[in-house]
């Protein structure tokens, strides 16, 4: 259902009113690209800028933000997709549940740009791009997209590349290395782009109390982020009888729930639960050292 005529915004804010602006958002706090969002949205001027957070997972992001007073809305409908250098395809059939209510995300957040009469749209994840035609056909809005990760030389980053080129009318990268990227893929292409690096929360001392050195892990659990490597560098540490070190886990398996079972299973096996540690997702990373970490069920 298209919502364009009953927007405002198309042309840009009344002269003196603040822009304003719909973020949508994947991971609800647990990832990097939520916590870099949230670190860029609170340093905004509130008399220019009057932001609307929309996110698929529920997270620490809706307290974050309500303490700032920005207005937040769930929308589980929204799907995404980055292929990676290996097994693309496979990924991409193991997205297909969730693209294939991409209908009803970009319906919902069409809606939402109504009634937050937003002047523009920032899709938060390059993950994003077979939702930012829907939405930007159902909105007519001018559009940001944010590019994070390091896309493969293959058809598959061509084609997320190239989408992302057409439907965007601006595009931010995080460093110059996926703006490199981006530029190899799409060729010839004017959309606007730049660098913004991502903004790091205030620094944490770590917590002196710890008698064991910590070497931390944060991110999924999945085969393809490496992690079963982990259990390899704890195993070679037990054979050589280095010092003590333990490898802190944060994060959980999202592509495959059971990967995680998986490496418990090798820690056990090969009595390594004085070297590895699996402590769950963490909504604070920065205070890793005071082990205050969120359990999911």
Same mark, same amino acid.
């Given at each position: 259902?298209?919502?364009?005529?009953?927007?405002?915004?198309?042309?840009?804010?009344?002269?003196?009113? %603040?822009?304003?602006t719909l973020h949508?958002?994947?991971?609800?706090?647990?990832?990097?690209?939520?916590?870099?969002?949230?670190?860029? =949205?609170?340093?905004?001027d509130?008399?220019?800028? #009057?932001?609307?957070?929309?996110?698929?997972?529920?997270?620490?992001?809706?307290?974050?933000? $309500?303490?700032?007073?920005?207005?937040?809305?769930? !929308?589980?409908?929204?799907?995404?997709?980055v292929p990676?250098?290996?097994?693309?395809?496979?990924n991409?059939?193991?997205?297909?549940?969730?693209?294939?209510r991409?209908?009803?995300?970009?319906?919902?957040?069409?809606?939402l740009?109504r009634?937050?009469?937003?002047?523009?749209v920032?899709? @938060?994840?390059?993950?994003?791009?077979?939702?930012?035609?829907?939405?930007?056909?159902?909105?007519?809005?001018p559009m940001?997209i944010?590019?994070?990760?390091?896309?493969?030389?293959?058809?598959?980053?061509?084609?997320?590349?190239r989408?992302?080129?057409?439907? +965007?009318?601006?595009?931010?990268?995080?460093?110059?290395? &996926?703006?490199?990227?981006? &530029? +190899?893929?799409?060729?010839d292409?004017?959309?606007p782009?730049?660098?913004?690096? @991502?903004?790091?929360? %205030?620094?944490?001392a770590? @917590? +002196?109390?710890?008698?064991v050195?910590?070497a931390?892990?944060?991110g999924? =659990?999945?085969?393809?982020?490496? *992690?079963?490597?982990?259990?390899?560098?704890? #195993?070679?540490?037990?054979? $050589?009888?280095?010092?003590?070190?333990?490898?802190? !886990?944060?994060?959980?398996?999202?592509?495959?729930?059971?990967?995680?079972?998986?490496?418990?299973?090798?820690?056990?096996?090969?009595?390594l639960?004085?070297?590895?540690?699996?402590?769950?997702? *963490?909504?604070?990373?920065?205070?890793?050292?005071?082990?205050?970490?969120?359990?999911?069920?």
């Amino acid at each position: 259902m298209a919502m364009t005529a009953s927007i405002r915004s198309v042309e840009g804010p009344a002269a003196g009113a %603040p822009l304003r602006t719909l973020h949508v958002d994947i991971e609800g706090g647990w990832g990097g690209s939520s916590r870099s969002l949230y670190e860029l =949205i609170r340093r905004f001027d509130r008399d220019r800028i #009057a932001p609307l957070v929309a996110h698929r997972e529920s997270g620490p992001v809706e307290a974050r933000y $309500a303490a700032i007073g920005v207005p937040t809305a769930r !929308v589980p409908e929204i799907g995404s997709y980055v292929p990676r250098a290996r097994k693309a395809l496979r990924n991409l059939v193991a997205s297909v549940p969730r693209l294939r209510r991409l209908d009803a995300a970009a319906d919902a957040l069409a809606g939402l740009a109504r009634s937050h009469r937003a002047d523009l749209v920032h899709l @938060n994840y390059e993950g994003l791009f077979l939702l930012a035609g829907k939405l930007k056909r159902r909105t007519g809005l001018p559009m940001a997209i944010h590019c994070r990760a390091h896309l493969p030389e293959s058809r598959w980053g061509r084609w997320v590349a190239r989408t992302v080129a057409r439907e +965007a009318d601006h595009v931010f990268f995080i460093s110059p290395k &996926e703006k490199a990227r981006f &530029e +190899a893929l799409v060729g010839d292409s004017a959309v606007p782009r730049e660098v913004v690096w @991502n903004i790091a929360p %205030p620094l944490v001392a770590p @917590n +002196a109390k710890h008698t064991v050195p910590e070497a931390i892990y944060l991110g999924s =659990i999945d085969p393809e982020k490496g *992690t079963d490597r982990l259990i390899d560098i704890a #195993a070679a540490l037990q054979s $050589a009888d280095a010092p003590p070190l333990l490898i802190a !886990v944060y994060g959980r398996a999202r592509a495959q729930p059971s990967s995680l079972e998986s490496l418990r299973r090798r820690v056990a096996a090969a009595r390594l639960g004085d070297r590895t540690a699996f402590r769950g997702p *963490t909504a604070e990373p920065q205070l890793w050292p005071s082990r205050k970490t969120l359990r999911l069920p």
